[in-house]
Structures are given as structure tokens and as C-alpha cells.
């Protein structure tokens, strides 16, 4: 009888041992995709900014032109002498 209580702790365990590695492969893998997220993020923020200065500067540029044309429209309005022929 000894022997058969033996067997089934030792089926425990194998069980156990089974399950714990099981556990460990799922950790392993949620940690690596955590990780490849995590990473995935840090590059998409990088290039976000990137970008985004880019078309700051580029609005800036249009901002100035748009101003630029402002004032000539107001002059052009306030002399309409500087078209006539």
C-alpha cells in the first residue's frame, strides 16, 4: 500500500512539475510581447514626433505666406491706384 501512495505523490509532482513549466512558457511568451509592444511604441512615438515637427515647420511656412498675402491683399485694397493703367 505504501508503494501505490508513492506512485500517486509521484504522478503528483510530474503533474505539477508539467503544469509549472506550462506556466513558465506562457509567462515567457506574454513577457516577449510585452516587450515587442513596448518597443513597437517607443519607435511609433519617435517617428510620430518626427513627423509632426516636420508638418509643424511645414504649417509655419504656410502661416508666413498666408500672412504675406494678407497684408499685399490690404494694400491692394486700400490703393486700388496701383492697378489702374
Do not use: C, Y
Request: aromatic share 8%; glycine share 6%; hydrophobic share 45%.
Amino acid at each position: 500500500m505504501a508503494r501505490a501512495g508513492g506512485i500517486t505523490n509521484a504522478v503528483n509532482v510530474g503533474i505539477a512539475v508539467q503544469a509549472d513549466w506550462g506556466n513558465r512558457e506562457f509567462i515567457s511568451h506574454v513577457s516577449l510581447n510585452v516587450r515587442r509592444l513596448f518597443e513597437f511604441l517607443l519607435q511609433f512615438e519617435a517617428t510620430t514626433k518626427s513627423k509632426l515637427a516636420s508638418l509643424n515647420e511645414k504649417l509655419d511656412t504656410l502661416e508666413r505666406r498666408l500672412e504675406l498675402l494678407e497684408v499685399q491683399v490690404g494694400t491692394a485694397s486700400a490703393n486700388p491706384s496701383l492697378f489702374s493703367m
